[in-house]
């Protein structure tokens, strides 16, 4: 990822991104620049290596805060966003929900955090299978802190499938795209009904 100098900068039109994935900020800027013109999004990556935060919160929010802050602290500059998200299973009381990405006990092992998915779903009936993504996405600007929430309802499948995406997207069936899971969409088809993209249109509505 290119590297971008901080001082060139304009902190009052920049809003730094707190993600590596410029996928990421190319999503975000699409859907907020209408409501921000003028401002620039940039990935936190682009602009130094700044360790991670420790996401200790207790819900989505407070760790989608924590990243915002820490970017905040770390460039100087004083508007940045963040999103925490995850799978959220009815019949596991909301697990994995915050712990999504470390759930079977390594960071983004998706392959031990299926297996155990499917593990804890093998006697679950079809009609007990009720899921959802959801994604908080958090704006720091300056004294001010703003949210959007978004979700993405489905239900867990069977067996895997698909290429496409990452985490729990070939276990999960989303609602809006009856016999796909989120593995078999196109990456346009799955950021149009995707829970960040609901949770970036939330907040563009408070800007």
Same mark, same amino acid.
């Given at each position: 990822? #290119?590297?971008?100098?901080?001082? =060139? /900068?304009?902190?009052?039109?920049?809003? +730094?991104?707190? *993600? @590596?994935? !410029?996928?990421?900020?190319?999503?975000?800027?699409?859907?907020?620049?209408?409501?921000?013109?003028?401002?620039?999004?940039?990935?936190?990556?682009?602009?130094?290596?700044?360790?991670?935060?420790?996401?200790?919160? #207790?819900?989505?929010?407070?760790? =989608? /805060?924590?990243?915002?802050?820490?970017? +905040?602290?770390? *460039? @100087?500059? !004083?508007?940045?966003?963040?999103?925490?998200?995850?799978?959220?299973?009815?019949?596991?009381?909301?697990?994995?929900?915050?712990?999504?990405?470390?759930?079977?006990?390594?960071?983004?092992?998706?392959?031990?955090?299926?297996?155990?998915?499917?593990?804890?779903?093998?006697?679950?009936?079809?009609?007990?299978?009720?899921?959802?993504?959801?994604?908080?996405?958090?704006?720091?600007?300056?004294?001010?802190?703003?949210?959007?929430?978004?979700?993405?309802?489905?239900?867990?499948?069977?067996?895997?499938?698909?290429?496409?995406?990452?985490?729990?997207?070939?276990?999960?069936?989303?609602?809006?795209?009856?016999?796909?899971?989120?593995?078999?969409?196109?990456?346009?088809?799955?950021?149009?009904?995707?829970?960040?993209?609901?949770?970036?249109?939330?907040?563009?509505?408070?800007?």
């Amino acid at each position: 990822m #290119a590297t971008i100098d901080i001082k =060139a /900068l304009d902190p009052e039109h920049t809003v +730094v991104v707190a *993600t @590596g994935n !410029p996928h990421k900020v190319t999503e975000i800027e699409a859907i907020l620049s209408k409501s921000v013109p003028g401002v620039h999004f940039v990935a936190l990556g682009e602009l130094g290596d700044f360790p991670d935060p420790v996401e200790d919160g #207790a819900n989505f929010f407070e760790n =989608a /805060l924590i990243k915002a802050r820490a970017a +905040v602290a770390e *460039t @100087g500059l !004083p508007m940045a966003i963040a999103d925490d998200s995850g799978l959220c299973v009815d019949a596991l009381d909301g697990a994995p929900g915050i712990f999504s990405a470390r759930w079977a006990g390594e960071h983004g092992n998706d392959d031990a955090n299926n297996d155990k998915l499917e593990r804890l779903m093998v006697n679950v009936p079809d009609e007990r299978r009720g899921a959802r993504f959801h994604s908080t996405v958090v704006l720091v600007r300056g004294g001010e802190v703003l949210r959007g929430d978004g979700d993405c309802e489905g239900t867990i499948g069977h067996e895997r499938r698909g290429d496409h995406g990452f985490g729990y997207d070939p276990l999960f069936l989303p609602a809006d795209t009856p016999g796909k899971t989120m593995a078999e969409l196109t990456p346009g088809e799955k950021n149009a009904i995707s829970h960040r993209f609901h949770a970036l249109e939330d907040l563009a509505g408070k800007l």
